[in-house]
């Protein structure tokens, strides 16, 4: 399998990493981020989100993560997705809010969308989800 890596400017910050998701007929573009440093910024400071767009936050071990909205100024919805693909639980975010929102189990990945994406497109637990690097 190839992965396509491609560098696009994101409103004003940084470039990250984008791939190409999918959850069943539902494409989403994920800007990937995958060490310390871009997983604290995560998505603060953003005014908006395209629909569709989401950031996929790859952890360097599996574990119980859990993540804030500290400084992030669009309401989100977190999606812990375990080394299998699988989403284990989602949770709902509210803008620059420091509550902790945590996996239900150890996750290797979390995927951040505006918030209601995932309840719009029926997507809960127990669904998996394709393209995540490292999953077969």
Aim: proline share 6%; net charge positive; aromatic share 6%.
């Amino acid at each position: 399998m190839i992965l396509a890596f491609a560098t696009v400017p994101a409103h004003g910050q940084a470039a990250h990493p984008v791939l190409q998701l999918n959850a069943g007929m539902h494409l989403i573009r994920a800007e990937v981020v995958s060490d310390m440093a871009t997983r604290a910024q995560g998505l603060m400071h953003r005014k908006s989100l395209p629909q569709n767009a989401g950031m996929l936050f790859i952890f360097d071990e599996q574990a119980v993560h859990c993540m804030w909205m500290k400084n992030t100024l669009i309401p989100l919805s977190v999606a812990f997705i375990d080394e299998r693909g699988t989403i284990v639980n989602i949770a709902d975010m509210e803008p620059h809010s420091e509550a902790s929102h945590c996996a239900a189990q150890p996750v290797r990945y979390a995927l951040e969308m505006n918030r209601g994406w995932f309840a719009a497109k029926a997507l809960k637990p127990g669904i998996r989800l394709g393209g995540i690097p490292g999953v077969k």
